[in-house]
């Protein structure tokens, strides 16, 4: 979600070389399933083992409320049923916050998935009630402060601001890491369904202004080979 990078991603994803589990973005379907709200998914227990395996090597202390929630949102928006999508997608956490939720950048993104309050604005505001009815299912807090916001205007410039009270209501809204898991998943999702894999996640981390201009190739910029590089250490005794 950020317009810049910070060096210590690049430090983050070069901190380990040795990893076992096969390569990442083999895939590159960009149909994604329909959701149910009513969807009860089983969450499969060795998936939950391999977030908790990376979220712990990069945050040891991360808590397992959050790789439950994780596995929840995970899980409801179908990223588990493809392995590489899934292992993408704890790549993708561990780049963006190294699964910390107390993470913030200059940038204004915050939280374990690093979105601005901006960016959350500007989607709860413009999705679907369909949408908004699968995030509330997953626990997501009430949403009216986005449905019923609007935007202000610079004077000079015309261009859209969030202002004070919206920025507030946002930066409230992000503090609690379900609810910037479950706008991930719900962003992860729609992205998904639009662009193939790499450019899904470039699209996420870009933005829509971001993504439009750019004109390379998905595996080339920095962003997804920093994913790449997300590893774990391979146990002794372990083949």
């Known amino acids: 979600m950020m317009n ?7 430090k983050l994803a070069a901190t380990v070389v040795v990893y076992s589990l096969g390569s990442t973005f083999s895939g590159s379907s960009s149909s994604s399933p329909a959701l149910s709200t009513n969807e009860r998914p089983t969450i499969d227990p060795s998936q939950v083992a391999l977030a908790t395996s990376f979220f712990r090597h990069y945050n040891p202390n991360v808590k397992d409320e959050t790789i439950n929630r994780f596995m929840k949102v995970a899980t409801a928006y179908q990223f588990t049923s493809d392995s590489s999508l899934f292992l993408d997608c704890i790549h993708q956490i561990c780049l ?18 690093q979105i601005t309050p901006t960016t959350a604005f500007d989607f709860l505001h413009k999705c679907s009630e369909a949408d908004r009815l699968k995030m509330k299912s997953l626990g997501a807090t009430s949403m009216e402060w986005a449905i019923d916001g609007e935007y202000s205007y610079n004077d000079s410039t015309k261009r859209p601001y969030l202002g004070k009270k919206l920025r507030r209501n946002a930066i409230r809204w992000l503090k609690n890491e379900n609810n910037s898991l479950v706008l991930w998943g719900c962003m992860m999702h729609e992205h998904l369904s639009n662009f193939d894999r790499q450019r899904a996640f470039l699209r996420y981390h870009l933005g829509v202004g971001g993504i439009s201009q750019f004109k390379g190739s998905p595996s080339k910029h920095e962003y997804i080979v920093l994913m790449n590089r997300i590893r774990v250490k391979k146990r002794k005794g372990v083949s």
């Open 96 to 113: 963006e916050s190294k699964a910390d939720h107390s993470q913030s950048n200059k940038s204004g993104a915050m939280g374990i998935c």
């Open 4 to 10: 810049q990078y910070v060096n210590g991603l690049a």
